[in-house]
């Protein structure tokens, strides 16, 4: 069974930083693409960040370039968010997920292509 449990949200004044994690089990990250994706109320999901399992390549939405930093520790199965600068529009649930057979560039660009999600945790930027 595979299981992603996402930690480390809560609320943050803007301007500041937060990290996330999420610890996976049942999958091995060198075969899946593992990403964040975010859900602000009453807007879409959208992909946040997304790395490669073939090599290891972050790939980043355009609104979260140069602020976000996703890294993977892969003898713990565990991918991180480290968010910078946060800002009142980061403020989301945010999810992680791992796909198979996806491009990162469809996940981030498009907002598709994962197999198993986790259940999200809340990060809350105040102005």
């Known amino acids: 069974e595979v299981q992603l449990v996402e930690s480390g949200g809560g609320l943050v004044q803007a301007g500041g930083s937060l990290r996330l994690s999420c610890a996976a089990s049942?999958?091995?990250?060198?075969?899946?693409?593992i990403s964040w994706f975010r859900q602000a109320p009453g807007k879409e999901r959208e992909g946040v960040s997304c790395?490669?399992?073939?090599?290891?390549?972050?790939y980043y939405a355009d609104s979260v370039k140069d602020r976000f930093t996703s890294s993977s520790d892969n003898a713990k199965n565990t991918l991180y968010l480290q968010m910078n600068s946060l800002k009142p529009e980061d403020t989301a649930v945010y999810y992680c997920?791992?796909?198979?057979?996806?491009?990162?560039?469809?996940?981030?660009?498009?907002?598709?292509?994962?197999?198993?999600w986790g259940k999200g945790t809340l990060v809350n930027v105040s102005s």
């Open positions: 049942g999958i091995t990250f060198d075969d899946y693409a």
């Open positions: 790395i490669s399992g073939t090599d290891g390549t972050a």
């Open positions: 997920a791992a796909g198979i057979g996806v491009h990162c560039l469809v996940v981030v660009k498009m907002g598709y292509g994962m197999d198993y």
